[in-house]
Nanobody, 122 residues
């Protein structure tokens, strides 16, 4: 499976972005998708995830109410709408893929994308 993320950029505090991640390859089985992020000098952290049918979503406390994850299975694509951005949201955002119909928080993702940089200026 290959994951191609896009949509990052340099924005000001309070701005919005829409990150996208398209999956290709062995996508015929049910899979959940999500996003992690890693800021400079910090550990990678979970951001959000969504189940195969899109009926279950999961968020880190730090982004609840500001970020929204969604997916379009016809396009094998997951989206992350990020609103009210703060400088603390500055990070490389990684798309992830898990062969499971639901998201398992304690399970390491099966695949990682290359990341897209989000930089929020104050």
């Amino acid at each position: 499976v290959q994951l191609q993320a896009s949509g990052g950029g340099l924005v000001q505090t309070g701005a919005s972005l829409r990150l996208s991640c398209s999956a290709s390859g062995r996508t015929s089985r049910a899979y959940s998708m999500g996003w992690f992020r890693q800021a400079g000098g910090k550990e990678r952290e979970f951001v959000a995830a969504i189940s195969w049918r899109g009926d279950s979503t999961y968020y880190a406390d730090s982004v609840k109410g500001r970020f929204t994850i969604s997916r379009d299975n016809a396009k094998n694509t997951v989206y992350l709408q990020v609103n009210s951005l703060k400088p603390d949201d500055t990070a490389v955002y990684y798309c992830v893929f898990q062969y499971a119909s639901t998201w398992y928080q304690t399970r390491t993702p099966d695949y990682w994308g290359q990341g897209t940089q989000v930089t929020v200026s104050s």
